[in-house]
């Protein structure tokens, strides 16, 4: 039924032109913000999800940095620690050296004690931000160990969320590789056997403190890596459920604008209706 007063195929061409242009204007925003889904109306459920993704990625962000922290002051202590070594070998090499008879003791001793003197500097030097693995009190306030913030556990979707660290514990060389009171001074070739047993214990101390700031290195190394391999992962992981795939867009864009263009010459058509009812009259 045609009719001069409501205009039918007018309202059809009309709401299909809306509907057109809504989503025209939905993908060209896409496109701009490079987001298909921006906003918690453009799909809630993903939005949600995304949203929680991006909350641990910038709290992974934020345990990289605690882990190169970690990793540094771990660093530190451990070349310390190796440098301590190498001295202590230099000092066995001396006591060896005294077991002789017809050499110079007291000058063997001035050495040694020169030697011990640089150990202590470079155990009170080792210290990173104010932590010192190589001391007896890590912090300055008793602690005997230093922890470093590691990961962030998930339980479930939207679970409880607790982190975990790795905690370095402190080589205590302060009074593991006390010389100065606990090596025998050197006075002739009976003192230098005394003295030569004593450093083959201090001596394995460090070595084994020394691998142990290493192996602690090494883990903190791994889970930084770990860690930031998480984070690319994470972010993949958020882009592909919101990000703007624009091939597909494009595509999208154009057919949007010839869907636009007919349905433009539809309504124009449907607004022609009610002339060309006239015009039967005319005849």
């Known amino acids: 039924m045609s009719s001069i007063l409501t205009n039918y195929g007018a309202m059809t061409a009309l709401r299909t032109l809306k509907a057109i242009n809504g989503n025209l204007n939905d993908v060209q925003t896409s496109i701009s913000t490079g987001k298909r889904i921006g906003a918690a109306k453009d799909n809630s459920a993903v939005w949600a999800i995304s949203k929680t993704m991006e909350a641990d990625i910038s709290g992974f962000r934020s345990i990289k940095s605690s882990l190169a922290l970690g990793e540094a002051t771990v660093a530190v202590a451990s070349a310390g620690a190796e440098q301590i070594v190498e001295k202590l070998t230099e000092i066995k090499e001396l006591i060896v050296s005294a077991q002789s008879e017809n050499v110079d003791h007291d000058t063997i001793q001035t050495d040694i004690t020169s030697k011990v003197d640089q150990i202590e500097a ?22 005997t160990s230093l922890g470093v913030l590691a ?25 593991s590789l006390d010389l100065a009171s606990n090596l025998t001074a050197i006075t002739d070739s009976t003192t230098a056997a005394t003295a030569l047993t004593e450093i083959e214990d201090f001596l394995q101390v460090a070595i084994n403190g020394a691998a142990s700031l290493g192996s602690s290195a090494s883990r ?14 994470m972010e993949q992981g958020v882009s592909a459920m919101t990000d703007t795939d624009m091939e597909e867009a494009s595509a999208r864009l154009s057919a949007l604008k010839t869907q636009q263009e007919l349905a433009i010459q539809s309504l124009t058509i449907a607004n022609q209706s009610p002339r060309l009812l006239l ?3 005319r005849r």
């Open 122 to 143: 470079i155990i009170s030097a080792a210290q990173f931000n104010g932590a010192n693995l190589l001391s007896t009190d890590v912090d300055g306030n008793g602690a």
């Open 151 to 175: 990961s962030l556990d998930r339980s479930g979707a939207g679970g409880t969320v607790t982190s975990s660290e790795i905690s370095v514990a402190s080589v205590n060389f302060d009074s």
């Open 220 to 233: 903190i190394e791994d889970q930084s890596d770990f860690v930031g391999r998480l984070v690319d992962a």
């Open 279 to 281: 015009e039967l009259f």
